[in-house]
């Protein structure tokens, strides 16, 4: 898809998506990093919603409305949101609290109602924890979770065989649509000569760490 390459044009243009050597969460040390929270300012940040909804409308899935979860999901899903209205497609939004609140509308969910089929939106699939907690809320409210929406796919194992990705497709039966993936990233670096130096290093952390790809 001709915009996963404009997303990972701008992620290296902003510094949101860097090259050397990063320590992970797993305690590996990989030849790259990304942080969405660095889309930090309102042209960047209205860009990546507009990919964000591109995602959407170009996996043709039936969507009713969008969840966020906290607090990442937030802004994201609010501003898809309005992304997706541009394209004709005004869907409701809701997003939780981390906290309950007890005084004026009470309850952890601030939006529209949880109804009919929700996507959900988050910036990366780490250790599936968000997911899963808004999996949870979203059936707890008689709806249906229907795909996550994530900014990167790093495509690499997690605790057993499967990633951190296919655990969730596996573990909850819906799709996981990302904007760009670690192919994607690996066929830029090839085609863009001024940063054609990182792609050894990535291309051997794929092989140790990598998936061999969809379930």
Known sequence: MDFSRDFIALSCEKGILRFGEFVTKAGRLSPYFFNAGLF???DSFGKLCEFYARTLVAAGLPCDMLFGP????IPLVAGTAMRLAEHGHNLPFCFNRKEAKDHGEGGTLVGAPLA???AILDDVIS???SVRESVEIIRAHGATPSAVVIALDRMERGTGTLSAVQEVRE??????LAVASLTDLIAFLGDTPALQANLPAVE???ETYGVSGDL
């Open 40 to 42: 930090n300012d309102g």
């Open 70 to 73: 906290a607090y990442k999901g």
């Open 116 to 118: 009919g089929r929700v």
């Open 127 to 129: 250790a599936g924890t």
């Open 171 to 176: 573990a909850y039966g819906i799709p996981v």
């Open 204 to 206: 051997r952390y794929r």
